[in-house]
């Protein structure tokens, strides 16, 4: 009996996917300053982007001014998020990582709420795959709750983009390293006093193509760097990991969207292909993560089936 149990569960362990490489060197605390280092982000580009642009000018690019009101329920969380997470930390004795000098590339309304919505994707993405590297339950109590109210700013900013704001059946894991990646792009500097966190930048990998993009549709990217002849394009979205050969036009990387992704996606540049499901290991990545937005196709249910 107890050895079926075992088979069973053996079995059933090779059908879960494997979202996010453990790392060892990481400690809670190094968790939390990680994840005040994102709040602050988002705080500050919140409280730029309603400092500068009235809500008149919101209503004039088509947004509602319900829309607004919104947003600014929005700022309220990411300044008490900062406020907790600060205080967490501080309640550890140590001392809380501060706010940046950042560089926001929007110019409107429009190109604010897409990065808004590009930011709390991450910001989910970040909090989710952080949730698997946090040894405290408590700790993860905090972050499984502050990724539930990032992910109702992500479907919040998607539905008035325009986008499908429940995308994907599942959320997106991304690693501490994959993450900064993509934050890191938006620091000028830090404050000389903030403690270093055990966090590298990837070369960057930048899509070359319009988003959003449908699946079958071949997509470009451009990497920082000689991309070999024998890497891959791994994307990432859900619980799905899908590797392509990559194949070069010029110094562009092109590659079909597999039809294995939905949503806010991330595409990567691997040294191998890695295997459905599995996660992306840091000593795998070459270039990116990219943000690509994959419209999802019709929405597919059988109404018997219960
Ligand atoms: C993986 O992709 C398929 C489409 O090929 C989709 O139906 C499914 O929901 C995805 N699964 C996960 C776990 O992300």
Same mark, same amino acid.
């Given at each position: 009996?107890?050895?079926?149990?075992?088979?069973?569960? #053996?079995?059933?362990?090779?059908?879960?996917?494997?979202?996010?490489?453990?790392?060892?060197?990481?400690?809670?605390?190094?968790?939390?300053?990680?994840? #005040?280092? #994102?709040?602050?982000?988002?705080?500050?580009?919140?409280?730029?982007?309603?400092?500068? &642009?009235?809500?008149?000018?919101?209503?004039?690019? +088509?947004?509602?001014?319900?829309?607004?009101?919104?947003?600014?329920?929005?700022?309220?969380?990411? *300044?008490?998020?900062? *406020?907790?997470?600060?205080?967490?930390?501080?309640?550890?004795?140590? %001392?809380?990582?501060?706010?940046?000098?950042?560089? $926001?590339?929007?110019?409107?309304? &429009?190109?604010?709420?897409?990065?808004?919505?590009?930011?709390?994707?991450? +910001?989910?993405?970040?909090?989710?795959? !952080?949730?698997?590297?946090?040894?405290?339950?408590?700790?993860? +109590?905090?972050?499984?709750?502050?990724?539930?109210?990032?992910?109702?700013?992500?479907?919040?900013?998607?539905?008035? @983009? +325009?986008?499908?704001?429940?995308?994907?059946?599942?959320?997106?894991?991304?690693? @501490?390293?994959?993450?900064?990646?993509?934050?890191?792009?938006?620091?000028?500097?830090?404050?000389?006093?903030?403690? %270093? #966190?055990?966090?590298?930048?990837?070369?960057? @990998? %930048?899509?070359?193509?319009?988003?959003?993009?449908? *699946?079958?549709?071949? $997509? %470009? $990217?451009?990497?920082?760097?000689?991309?070999?002849?024998?890497?891959?394009?791994?994307?990432?979205?859900?619980?799905?990991?899908?590797?392509?050969?990559?194949? &070069?036009?010029?110094?562009?990387?092109?590659? &079909?969207?597999?039809?294995?992704?939905?949503? *806010?996606?991330?595409?990567?540049?691997?040294?191998?292909?890695?295997?459905?499901?599995?996660?992306?290991?840091?000593?795998?990545? @070459?270039? !990116?993560?990219?943000?690509?937005?994959?419209?999802?196709?019709?929405?597919?249910?059988?109404?018997?089936?219960?």
């Amino acid at each position: 009996m107890k050895s079926y149990a075992a088979a069973a569960l #053996l079995l059933a362990s090779t059908a879960i996917s494997h979202p996010i490489e453990k790392r060892a060197d990481i400690t809670d605390l190094d968790i939390l300053q990680y994840a #005040l280092t #994102l709040e602050h982000l988002e705080n500050v580009f919140y409280k730029g982007g309603v400092s500068t &642009m009235s809500q008149d000018m919101f209503v004039a690019a +088509g947004f509602s001014a319900k829309y607004y009101t919104n947003l600014l329920y929005v700022v309220n969380d990411e *300044q008490d998020h900062v *406020q907790y997470l600060t205080d967490a930390i501080k309640s550890t004795g140590a %001392t809380p990582v501060a706010a940046c000098e950042y560089n $926001f590339p929007y110019k409107d309304p &429009m190109s604010f709420v897409a990065l808004a919505s590009v930011l709390e994707g991450v +910001g989910t993405s970040a909090y989710l795959g !952080g949730a698997g590297l946090i040894q405290s339950k408590d700790y993860l +109590g905090v972050a499984g709750s502050i990724l539930v109210t990032e992910s109702i700013h992500t479907s919040l900013q998607r539905f008035n @983009l +325009g986008e499908i704001a429940a995308a994907n059946p599942y959320g997106t894991a991304l690693g @501490l390293n994959q993450v900064f990646t993509i934050a890191g792009a938006f620091i000028k500097s830090c404050p000389a006093s903030n403690p %270093t #966190l055990p966090l590298k930048a990837f070369p960057g @990998l %930048t899509a070359t193509q319009g988003n959003p993009t449908s *699946q079958g549709i071949p $997509f %470009t $990217f451009q990497a920082k760097g000689t991309v070999p002849a024998s890497a891959f394009v791994t994307f990432v979205s859900g619980l799905n990991t899908t590797s392509v050969p990559v194949t &070069m036009k010029g110094n562009m990387i092109s590659a &079909m969207i597999p039809n294995t992704i939905a949503g *806010q996606s991330y595409a990567f540049i691997t040294s191998s292909a890695i295997a459905a499901g599995m996660s992306v290991t840091d000593n795998m990545v @070459l270039f !990116g993560p990219a943000v690509i937005e994959v419209t999802p196709p019709s929405p597919m249910f059988d109404i018997k089936e219960q």
